[in-house]
Every structure is written in structure tokens, then in C-alpha cells.
């Protein structure tokens, strides 16, 4: 699913929008939730999940092509995890 097929589905399901007021909606949320993530905040989503940042220690590592040894930066990473609902729908 991209973007695109998200603002179909609110484009259809709504109605009363024009296309592209429906993209405005859906690039709006969007931004919402990566300004509270840049912020260090968490985004739970009530029966869908929760985004959270997560910072990550430099380590070592290895290049699996040559096998030689590196080091991986410190960086932060989103982290995605599954409400028990959407875990019950997807596993049913």
C-alpha cells in the first residue's frame, strides 16, 4: 500500500473532499506523527499501534561482502509495534 492508495481510501470512504483535499488530510497527519517522532515522542494509534524513536550505541560490524570489520555509527530508528487488535485481525 503507498500513500496514494491511503488517499484513495479516504478520498472514498469520506467523501465531500476533492482529491486533493484528501491528499492535504493524509500529508497532514503524516507530518503530525514525524514532527511528534522527531520531538522523541511516542504515537500510539488506538487498535492499529505504536511508533517510537529508539537510539541505537555505536558497534562494530562487518562488511558481509569483504568481511572486513567496521564500525557502525550511533543513529536513531523508528520502531513499529502491532496492537493486540491488529495482531488478533492479522493472525486470524
Not at 496514494?4 to 481510501?9: K, Q, R
Not at 479516504?10 to 491528499?23: Q, W
Not at 564500525?71 to 520502531?79: F, L
Amino acid at each position: 500500500m503507498t500513500k496514494t492508495d491511503i488517499v484513495d481510501g479516504v478520498y472514498e470512504r469520506l467523501g465531500g473532499f476533492s482529491k486533493k483535499e484528501a491528499a492535504g488530510i493524509v500529508e497532514n497527519v503524516l507530518d503530525i506523527m514525524k514532527d511528534a517522532l522527531v520531538d522523541g515522542e511516542k504515537v500510539k494509534i488506538s487498535s492499529f499501534g505504536t511508533f517510537t524513536v529508539k537510539s541505537k550505541r555505536k558497534r562494530r560490524g562487518r562488511n558481509p561482502k569483504t568481511g572486513k570489520a567496521l564500525e557502525i555509527t550511533a543513529r536513531k530508528v523508528c520502531k513499529f509495534k502491532t496492537s493486540h487488535v491488529l495482531r488478533e485481525l492479522i493472525n486470524s
